[in-house]
């Protein structure tokens, strides 16, 4: 269904000392607002013929291996490092107690599955897992499955795995890393045994790749997954195409796509840093199937 939005705008502190991210009149709520009481925590996206698989494989090796997202700390690039990825990683915590509180209130039980694609080189999100596994539920679980298409990143990933022997903590089980276009329906269901994931995190992939790419990923998403965790890039350029590997933001808020997220919360350090709001980065909590204009 179109949903119409007129305006755009800042909401600033409410009752309760939250910001809010107003989309026309629905406010959308900060992530750190929604966090369950119970829990402890520290036009259409089809404009160009998406690239074959082969073509995405070969682009993104190429940036791996030629180190054009740079040689620093990680070679996935600067929006990787510990502190680029401080307030999605408190997000992703969020929403792991969001889907454990669902889970407590049905009567299931406490385990649940993560999909982290693209999981790039690994650098970060070892750090971020041991946030999380030391804030679960007494007895529960998480079965962690990476995927990406660059097998550069994939190698380096894989000898991170096995320094920490396939887990974190004793709750946290990190599954062999898959190589994986995630516009390609029919490789995510093969690599994952058509698993229903509980949640996906989704980091700096929607901007790199072309418009149809970017729509097939999202709506593989939707078939794959329950709540997504994904960039929210304010400062968006939504209608502009791009080759595959190159940058231009998104903004799932606005249109093509239209899509109100559960919650936002901000990339303060990126955003109120020395250089600007370059992306005006949130991070969004979407329940799936996403709905889309």
């Known amino acids: 269904m179109l949903r119409s939005i007129m305006l755009y705008t800042w909401s600033w502190p409410v009752a309760d000392g939250h910001y809010t991210w107003s989309l026309g009149r629905e406010a959308v709520p900060t992530c750190s607002s929604l966090l369950p009481m119970t829990t402890s925590l520290p036009q259409s996206l089809s404009q160009v013929d998406p690239p074959s698989c082969n073509e995405t494989e070969s682009a993104f090796t190429h940036i791996y291996e030629d180190h054009l997202w740079g040689s620093g700390d990680s070679l996935s690039g600067d929006g990787s490092t510990f502190s680029t990825t401080k307030a999605l990683c408190n997000v992703v915590r969020i929403a792991v107690a969001m889907v454990f509180e669902e889970k407590s209130k049905m009567g299931d039980a406490p385990s649940m599955t993560l999909l982290d694609g693209p999981s790039g080189d690994w650098y970060w999100m070892p750090h971020c897992l041991k946030s999380i596994e030391s ?20 190698d380096l990933a894989e000898k991170h795995r096995h320094k920490l022997g396939n887990k974190i903590g004793q709750a946290i089980q990190v599954v062999p890393f898959k190589q994986v276009d995630l516009a390609n329906i029919g490789e995510m269901t093969a690599a994952t045994s058509g698993i229903k994931f509980d949640l996906v995190v989704c980091h700096d992939a929607l901007q790199h790749n072309p418009l149809q790419g970017a729509r097939q990923i999202l709506d593989n998403f939707n078939s794959l997954g329950k709540y997504l965790v994904i960039d929210v890039d304010t400062v968006s350029d939504n209608f502009r195409d791009i080759q595959v590997g190159e940058v231009r933001c998104i903004d799932l808020q606005r249109p093509p796509v239209n899509a109100r997220p559960l919650c936002l919360d901000e990339n303060a350090k990126e955003n109120k840093g020395p250089n600007g709001a370059k992306e005006g980065e949130w991070f969004g909590v979407y329940q799936l199937p996403m709905a889309w204009s």
């Open 135 to 154: 804030s679960l539920p007494k007895g529960a679980t998480l079965h962690y499955h990476g995927m990406d298409i660059a097998q550069p990143a994939l």
